[in-house]
């Protein structure tokens, strides 16, 4: 069995942490085109848990794909996206937050440390975690264990923990190391869980829009009309497209979902400029 084999079988899963409500991570969930059910995770936290067909077919590693996911949530959205991912091989996170570069850490199957430990300190302090005692435990995730007891899944486990103190609580039955079918399965029986699905552009459209107005940066966004609006979406468009492209030429889901996202997100600008009343 090849390695790419056992990196996309049924050892493989992944999550999706955004410091936003459901109601505010669905609209934005939508336009990556992946089937996903959406619940409360704690606080103000939500988790997707996505069908997983980009890795299971084998197209994509799953960290791959991740990453462009959590970029592409977050990129046009004032809350940060956490994606958590595990395969045979390796397990790690991703945290995208705005334009940011993204940062991250992996871990080996056996929990050996294969990052820098200088991401650990900029994901909590993007994150607003304290600087002293929730970096001094990541810091602990970072270190060597000779004794093995801490394989890479325990290692996001205790990532987990630390995030506690953040608000976040993943409901139950949602932990790193399940197989992706049965974190489908615990999130549909959640009471909260809905279904993200593709509905189609007028209504991705509509629910963006509505998504915008309803946000709590509305107030903070450029006017509809003014140059500064046309400029932002503008921008947008001048970044996504050649994100799509470079995702499509490689292959990349991720990359070209985030791409798509910001088409998307520059193209809603300039609806929103056009359609909605002057002031």
């Avoid at 945290?95 to 993204?102: C, D, I, N, Q």
């Avoid at 970096?135 to 394989?151: F, K, N, S, Y």
């Avoid at 903070?220 to 499509?248: D, F, H, K, N, Y």
């Amino acid at each position: 069995m090849s390695k790419d084999t056992v990196r996309t079988g049924s050892a493989t899963g992944a999550l999706l942490l955004c410091r936003a409500e459901p109601a505010s991570v669905a609209p934005a969930a939508h336009l990556l085109r992946e089937p996903m059910l959406v619940t409360g995770a704690g606080g103000p936290w939500s988790v997707l848990v996505p069908e997983g067909r980009p890795w299971q077919d084998g197209s994509e590693p799953v960290d791959r794909v991740l990453t462009g996911w959590a970029t592409a949530l977050a990129v046009g959205a004032p809350w940060p996206a956490l994606a958590l991912w595990w395969d045979a091989d390796r397990a790690g996170f991703t945290l995208a937050s705005g334009f940011r570069r993204p940062v991250g850490y992996v871990w080996l199957a056996d929990g050996t440390p294969a990052g820098e430990d200088e991401a650990m300190r900029t994901f909590a302090a993007r994150l607003g975690l304290d600087p002293v005692l929730d970096v001094q435990a990541l810091d602990r995730l970072t270190a060597p264990d000779p004794t093995r007891v801490l394989d890479a899944r325990a290692r996001l486990r205790g990532l987990l923990l630390v995030l506690a103190r953040a608000e976040v609580a993943l409901p139950a039955g949602l932990a790193p190391g399940e197989p992706q079918d049965r974190l489908r399965e615990a999130a549909r029986a959640h009471p909260g869980a809905r279904t993200v699905a593709w509905p189609g552009w007028r209504e991705a459209v509509r629910a963006e829009l509505d998504a915008v107005d309803a946000s709590p940066l509305g107030p903070w966004l450029p006017r509809s009309g003014t140059s500064r609006a046309r400029a932002l979406a503008l921008a947008q468009i001048a970044v996504g497209l050649p994100l799509t492209v470079r995702g499509l030429r490689r292959r990349g889901a991720g990359w070209a979902a985030a791409g798509a996202l910001l088409l998307a997100h520059g193209a809603f600008g300039l609806v929103h400029d056009l359609t909605r009343p002057r002031d």
